[in-house]
C-alpha cells in the first residue's frame, strides 16, 4: 500500500497519519513513494481513527 501525496504536505492527512505514535513502520522508501503493509496499516486505522459519519447523522 502506498499513501499517497495528493494535497502539500503540510496540509496532508495521510502524512500527518504515518507520523502518529504507533503507525507501521514503512516495508520500503522507494523514489517518489513510501510503501507499507496494508494489513498493519489497516489494523492502525481500526484502532486510531475516528470513526466516519454515516448518512443518518446529522452534520454540523
Do not use: C
Request: a negative charge.
Amino acid at each position: 500500500m502506498t499513501i499517497p501525496k495528493i494535497t502539500p504536505a503540510h496540509n496532508d492527512p495521510s502524512r500527518r497519519h504515518t507520523r502518529s505514535p504507533g503507525f507501521p513502520e514503512p516495508l520500503a522508501r522507494l523514489i517518489g513513494m513510501t510503501v507499507w503493509d496494508a494489513d498493519e496499516v489497516d489494523e492502525w486505522a481500526r484502532h486510531n481513527r475516528p470513526p466516519r459519519p454515516t448518512d443518518g447523522d446529522d452534520e454540523a
